[in-house]
């Protein structure tokens, strides 16, 4: 799956064939150096560019990265293998446009959990914005180097059906299941940039409140102050840029009901606005030296 965007005014696209690193990189007009970010989505796999094009339209770098179901990538993810993404975080900061020393990264549902995972291993990342995403490892293992962290298996019987028919996986991953398996919870605590978690409270694929918030009382019981969420009543699991329409539920490979996604619409669009302006915010804040305008 290819989703593409047109770029904004003397915003550059380039095809990123580097390495095993697969994706589109988008340069913003002028010399630079810019502030770097790493664009992921989440289950559905392939590219997905709009949101990386329209971030470069506001003068960051950014690479959309694809980490499976494109190209010659695994068709399906059976492992997160974190060497790729910091291949790809490496590949961002030795780019001659990208402003040293740290990049930022942006991801949403499962490319949250593995963005928050970049942030708590990965030392080139200094700034991290997740959405609607699980703090804990789930489904598949997590892999960097011999580090091998056991997921939380998802519990199938909390599974609910909507009177449309369409699946919520909201309780699909209960306490009982992450008290037994606290090793699957992500360090947050030993991240060593910043943390912006963005959640709808109307989220009907995950409890991604719960799950923020358990990190941000990880991150506090560690002394830290490094985290902050911003939570939307109404909103659901695909906050997304302004102005984009709020999918309430769609159909998702592998499931034989569409999936339902959450998200009261004048809530929702209210919710994608705000938290837009926040992310620019936050990067400009955060990342290195950020030429970006709001």
Known sequence: MVQRWFAGPGVQRKQIREG????????????????GIIDM?????????????????????????????YEDLPDKLLETDLEYFEEAANFL???????????????VSKG??????????????????????????FDIPLRY???????????QERAQVHASGALSFRHFIG??????????????????????????ENDEC????????????????????????????GAGHLIEPPYSPCCFASWHSGFPNPLL???????????????????RKFFKQHLPQSRSKL
């Not at 913003?28 to 810019?34: R, T, Y």
């Not at 989505?41 to 003068?59: D, K, M, N, P, T």
Request: charge should be neutral; proline fraction near 8%; hydrophobic fraction near 45%.
């Open 206 to 233: 995950l409890d991604s409140k719960a799950f923020a918030q358990r990190a941000m009382d990880q991150l506090h019981s560690h002394g830290r102050s490094s985290g902050r969420m911003l939570a939307y009543p």
């Open 20 to 35: 095993r690193v697969r994706g589109a990189l988008f340069l913003p007009p002028g010399e630079g150096p810019f502030p």
């Open 261 to 279: 996604w959450g998200g009261e619409p004048t809530a929702h669009a209210a919710a994608q606005e705000h938290s837009w302006q926040e992310i």
């Open 175 to 200: 306490d009982p299941g992450i008290k037994l398996n606290p090793q699957s919870i992500l360090p947050v605590e030993k991240a060593q940039g910043w943390l912006l978690f963005i959640v709808g």
């Open 93 to 107: 900061l030795a780019h001659p446009k990208i402003q040293q020393p740290g990049i930022g990264v942006i991801s």
């Open 145 to 155: 180097g011999d580090l091998v962290v056991t997921p939380i298996q998802q519990a």
């Open 41 to 69: 989505f989440g289950g559905a796999g392939g590219l997905i560019e709009f949101r990386a094009s329209l971030l470069a339209s506001h003068g960051f770098a950014v690479l959309a990265l694809a980490y499976f179901a």
């Open 112 to 137: 949250a959990e593995i963005g928050l995972a970049m942030a708590c291993y990965l030392k080139q990342v200094v700034a991290t914005v997740c959405i609607n995403g699980p703090t804990v490892v």
